[in-house]
């Protein structure tokens, strides 16, 4: 049977929890962002998270200003009964309805957690290949850090560094895989070209990023509701 679904915008609270309760990293990612909340027969049961991203020049290679480009950076959902495809595909819909300037969403898919961005497959987004090895830095327990807050190139931050905490060890990692929704045909017709075939899953447990579906089990009752 399926679910009422509905989106609209969702509060920070929302959000966070969402973030940090069903979202793999468990965290927040750094504003400035906007929220797309998801309702399940009244209930809400996730958010998309839409940012400028932690690369200010995220729509220089496409000719797009700031304004024309964003990134969806998390997708953070509980138990729920429709595919989290159909509610991106709504979520992205509603954002482009209310940001009439954008052009077009980017997102990463990263094969370091064994995702391979299957949501993205499975909204039709172009793929357009893997950007380039980097490195971030891992402490003693496993816990990864990213990179940019030691370098000075968090988004709107370039002065801001942070020292490396003791014991952290810098280590390479695989460059993301990178997926594009052009919200216009114009758009559209101007990346196909970069278009490259889908990666495959890399492993049958893949189930932290891509599918969120198969590995939030709890309906959550504390979760909030607005």
Known sequence: MKADLRVDWATHEAAKYA??????????????YVFVGCWEDKVFVGVAVFSRGANKDLGAPYSLGMTECCELVRVAMRKHKQPVSQFLALAVRFLKKN??????VVSFADPEQGHHGGIYQACGWVYSGQTSKSFDYRMPDGSRLNKRAFT?????????????????????TLGKHRYLMPLDDAMRSTILPLSKPYPKRVRSSETSGDHPEERQGSTDPDAPNA
């Open 152 to 172: 000075g190139n968090q988004f709107g931050q370039s002065s801001s560094r942070s020292a490396v905490p003791i014991g952290a060890i810098k280590t390479q």
């Open 99 to 104: 940001s009439p300037n954008l052009r077009m």
């Open 19 to 32: 973030c940090e309760h069903w979202h793999y990293t468990k965290s927040m990612p750094m504003p400035p």
